[in-house]
T-cell receptor, first 117, second 114 residues
Framework: DTGVSQNPRHKITKRGQNVTFRCDPI?????LYWYRQTLGQGPEFLTY????????KSRLLSDRFSAERPKGSFSTLEIQRTEQGDSAMYLC???????????????FGPGTRLTVT | KNQVEQSPQSLIILEGKNCTLQCNYTVSPFSNLRWYKQDTGRGPVSLTIMTFSENTKSNGRYTATLDADTKQSSLHITASQLSDSASYICVVSDFSGGYNKLIFGAGTRLAVHP
């Protein structure tokens, strides 16, 4: 399967614990995006990488959240001291991109469903 | 504030019938508009992408229209099938940051009944 993969698919954790999610993008894609989706809503942008550089972070990404893409390939999203409000689906997407407005397709992974109890 | 609004919130139709979903947006600057299909518990899958110069685009039984002047789009589904049951999300791209930043609507939840 050459699509975007995410692990784990489901994570249940207790409030206050740290969690880390992984995203493996399509191999030739230089751009990687993280989104958060709560029930009944569309995804909301969290952060964006071009290669290994994190170029934009949403105000939704509090200081408890950190994302990395160390070698410009896979990415991790860590949430520290989880809160019940962090319960959501965390989606990763990847795309090509060359700094033009051409509408490169963003391909989404299956998501990681986080439940904080 | 950049916003994408969709209607209706949910829709039930019988298999074989057609339906049209609506999208209004206030995103500026506008780069392109996309429709995604999202099955429950899965990531969104792209159906169509339209730039401001395109008025209509089809993908099989899905036809999207765009009126960039009124900032409205629609997605028409023809001869619906049970597998069309999903959320359909309108997404508008803002290129102000030098990349296509996607702004998602809340989606229309479509249920196709036999």
């Amino acid at each position: 399967d050459t699509g975007v993969s995410q692990n784990p698919r489901h994570k249940i954790t207790k409030r206050g614990q740290n969690v880390t999610f992984r995203c493996d993008p399509i191999s030739e894609h230089n751009r990687l995006y993280w989104y958060r989706q709560t029930l009944g809503q569309g995804p909301e942008f969290l952060t964006y990488f071009q290669n290994e550089a994190q170029l934009e972070k949403s105000r939704l990404l509090s200081d408890r959240f950190s994302a990395e893409r160390p070698k410009g390939s896979f990415s991790t999203l860590e949430i520290q001291r989880t809160e019940q409000g962090d319960s959501a689906m965390y989606l990763c997407a990847s795309s090509l991109g060359q700094g033009t407005s051409l509408p490169y397709e963003q391909y989404f992974g299956p998501g990681t469903r986080l439940t904080v109890t | 504030k950049n916003q994408v609004e969709q209607s209706p919130q949910s829709l039930i139709i019988l298999e074989g019938k057609n339906c049209t979903l609506q999208c209004n947006y206030t995103v500026s600057p506008f780069s392109n508009l996309r429709w995604y299909k999202q099955d429950t518990g899965r990531g969104p899958v792209s159906l169509t992408i339209m730039t401001f110069s395109e008025n209509t685009k089809s993908n099989g039984r899905y036809t999207a229209t765009l009126d960039a002047d009124t900032k409205q789009s629609s997605l028409h589904i023809t001869a619906s099938q049970l597998s069309d049951s999903a959320s359909y999300i309108c997404v508008v791209s803002d290129f102000s940051g030098g990349y296509n930043k996607l702004i998602f609507g809340a989606g229309t939840r479509l249920a196709v009944h036999p």
